[in-house]
């Protein structure tokens, strides 16, 4: 057992909470007129609100206190030091080093890497803008029309995401990401594409994923098919910290774009995993998408901790999920062209923080990561929202919402506007029986009938909620926000002591598909009852 949950400032918390108990939001509003700017930040253009969240000030300064005892400071000096904080695995976590001006200096084992990086982004550029003029040809001496994303998990969300935030932007070759090894992904995507105009990139920071290196493998025979063994010259990248397995391959080594170890997949989009980007929306936007994350980063490690973006999102967090209770976190952004950021952030934090043990090693008595889903608005309002106001538990959510659209309907926005706002101010306040015997008695309700229909539109309120304006959706906005998202999930590794760098618990699966797929194969292998039965109903049904 982990002593974390003994020590003072945790104890201290948790008898704050108690005291906290019974205290509604709209009892911290009414106290204390300036509520929403005492719990407001504003940094590299994002403005966090989270006066909507049940602490107060004492909370805060309780979670700060709890974040000194956890050492908070010294360990995002050795983040950004390069240290191998990944202990597991004996690694750095540095993906700010990918988004590093190129003058600057951040070094790994005492080697600066800014150079290594730039001289990869400096190659990615070259071969985007040939991509994008036309100059590079294919196998039959046409340009590239469509540029296809294979790869699975950090080698897929966030490019996925970036190229449908930033769709607008996009003026280069059509991009197409194919992640399942559900066959009917890729085939959805061949059917848009014609071989001689068509070039795969092949994304695996491994290079030994099962469902990417399936996935290409039926991508270079239909290219092959149509085109021959010469072709793939002309119509195959990868990227990759494994050369040796892209040469295997059969990838052309001038079309090979590597990485490095001290970056995690799913921290990985910055690096050349972010390639089909940089063809889609051309290099300098590519590189406006760095510079905002290294906005982000600047603030993150210079900034005091009560003056924190980050910080302060995860202290939040950290207070709703181990103090007031919160089993998960909802994500909102009101904003389509956000749908994905969700899946994205759903790796980042769960991947990174799902987690029963602490960096010693010894089983965990506390709730780390809670689970993370969620839905653009409003269409989410009328799906789930329902349970976020009258369930029986609290679900935080984070409201994402931008300031100026990029869209001529003015009085859409204006509608998505006031239903994010009105969302999260329902939210807060509910609505009491008093409120509903008024109005329903003003509408003619009167005796059994008023008080049977009370109960059922009654709403607590008292349920948390962060509200976080972005001025625009553009590439370097984009980048200050995951930025954040990122920064947020390394602080909350540090408030519940767990490595945020290693995914160990995504390999049994991985291991166990193999067995499986022998005995899919013909191969006589030892499983449990029910997977055998259900090999043998699928046998039947085939
Ligand atoms: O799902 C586990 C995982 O290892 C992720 O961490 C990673 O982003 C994904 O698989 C893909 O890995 P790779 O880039 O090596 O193919």
Not at 341 to 350: G, H, K, R, S, T
Not at 504 to 510: I, Y
Request: charged fraction near 20%.
């Amino acid at each position: 057992m982990s002593a974390l949950p003994k020590s003072r400032a945790w104890r201290a918390l948790a008898a704050h909470a108690r005291e906290l108990a019974d205290v509604h939001l709209n009892d911290l509003f009414a106290a204390d007129e300036g509520r929403a700017p005492s719990f407001s930040i504003e940094a590299v253009g994002l403005f966090l609100d989270y006066s909507k969240q049940r602490l107060t000030r004492e909370t805060r300064d309780l979670l700060l206190g709890y974040a000194q005892q956890q050492e908070l400071t010294g360990w995002i000096a050795k983040l950004f030091a390069g240290e191998a904080i990944n202990h597991t695995e004996g690694r750095a976590a540095y993906h700010m080093a990918l988004r590093a001006p190129r003058d600057a200096v951040m070094k790994v084992d005492g080697k600066n890497v800014v150079p290594q990086v730039h001289e990869v982004l400096d190659r990615m550029t070259v071969f985007a803008e040939n991509l994008r003029s036309g100059k590079w040809k294919g196998a039959k001496r046409k340009p590239i029309t469509d540029v296809v994303n294979i790869g699975i998990g950090g080698s897929d969300l966030g490019p996925r995401m970036v190229a449908e935030a930033l769709q607008p932007f996009a003026d280069g070759p059509r991009t197409h990401f194919v992640a399942n090894v559900d066959g009917a992904q890729l085939q959805a995507v061949l059917e848009q594409c014609t071989p001689a105009t068509t070039l795969f990139i092949i994304t695996s920071k491994t290079f030994t994923t099962q469902e990417t290196m399936a996935n290409a493998a039926a991508a270079r025979s239909w290219l092959v098919a149509a085109l021959g063994e010469k072709a793939i010259a002309k119509h195959f990248a990868a990227v990759s910290t494994n050369l040796a397995a892209v040469q295997a391959f059969g990838i052309a080594p001038q079309n090979i774009f590597g990485f490095w170890d001290w970056v995690g997949g799913r921290y990985s989009m910055w690096s050349a995993v972010g390639l089909s980007l940089m063809v889609a929306l051309g290099p300098e936007r590519f590189r406006e998408l760095l510079a905002g994350a290294h906005a982000m980063d600047s603030h993150f490690q210079n900034a005091p901790p009560e003056a924190n973006l980050p910080v302060l999102l995860a202290l939040v967090a950290f207070w709703n999920t181990n103090f007031l209770g919160a089993t998960d976190q909802v994500i909102a952004p009101y904003a389509q062209r956000l749908e994905k950021f969700v899946a994205w952030l759903q790796q980042l934090e769960m991947e990174s923080n799902g987690k029963r043990v602490n960096r010693a090693g010894e089983a965990l008595d506390y709730a780390t990561t809670p689970t993370l889903w969620g839905d653009v608005g409003t269409n989410g309002q009328h799906a789930f929202f329902q349970m976020l106001h009258q369930g029986t538990a609290a679900h935080p959510v984070d409201f994402v919402l931008i300031a100026k659209p990029d869209h001529p309907h003015a009085e859409l926005n204006q509608l998505l506007l006031a239903n994010c706002l009105a969302q999260s101010k329902a939210m807060m306040r509910g609505k009491t029986a008093a409120e509903v015997r008024t109005e329903l008695s003003a509408k003619g309700l009167s005796g059994a009938a008023l008080e049977a229909a009370i109960p059922h539109r009654v709403f607590l309120g008292n349920r948390p909620s962060n509200t976080l304006l972005m001025p625009q959706l553009d590439a370097w906005h984009l980048g200050a926000l995951c930025a954040l998202y990122e920064h947020r999930t390394f602080v909350l590794s540090v408030l519940w002591d767990v490595n945020a760098y290693d995914q160990w618990g995504v390999e049994l699966g991985k291991q166990l598909a193999g067995t499986v797929l022998k005995a899919i194969q013909g191969e006589r292998v030892k499983l449990d009852s029910s997977t055998q039965q259900l090999l043998s109903r699928l046998a039947d049904k085939a």
